[in-house]
């Protein structure tokens, strides 16, 4: 069955950077989405961002500028960098993934129906 393990979570200072990995497997789709989500206690899972299959990327406002996502197809990987962290971006990040219709062309759906365990970013 399908798994998503992600990877390079941890504490970091202010301004600093960080990128977290996200790998797939026995995920054979051809058209598909994968997406970071993130979320605190008593708050919202908050979309930050969000790849299509055929490279279109989608990005929460809250991280525009800072965080940049990328999909390697080959290896059903997303990537998220993140950059100039801040304190309010402390949060347990989750990776999700999800099969696409053929119609969807580059528009990825709110809902997706296999997700990461989840790592932890502190920021401080």
């Known amino acids: 069955h399908v798994q998503l393990v992600e990877s390079g979570g941890g504490s970091v200072q202010a301004g600093g950077s960080l990128r977290l990995s996200c790998a797939a497997s026995?995920?054979?789709?051809?058209?598909?989405?994968m997406a970071w989500f993130r979320q605190t206690p008593g708050k919202q899972r908050d979309r930050v961002a969000s790849v299509h299959s055929d490279g279109t990327t989608v990005y929460g406002d809250s991280v525009k500028g800072r965080f940049t996502a990328s999909l390697d197809n080959t290896k059903k990987t997303v990537y998220l960098q993140m950059r100039s962290l801040r304190p309010d971006d402390t949060a347990t990040y989750y990776c999700a993934a999800t099969p696409v219709g053929f119609w969807s062309h580059s528009a990825c759906p709110a809902g997706y129906l296999y997700w990461g365990q989840g790592t932890q970013v502190t920021v401080s």
């Open positions: 026995e995920f054979a789709t051809s058209r598909y989405c």
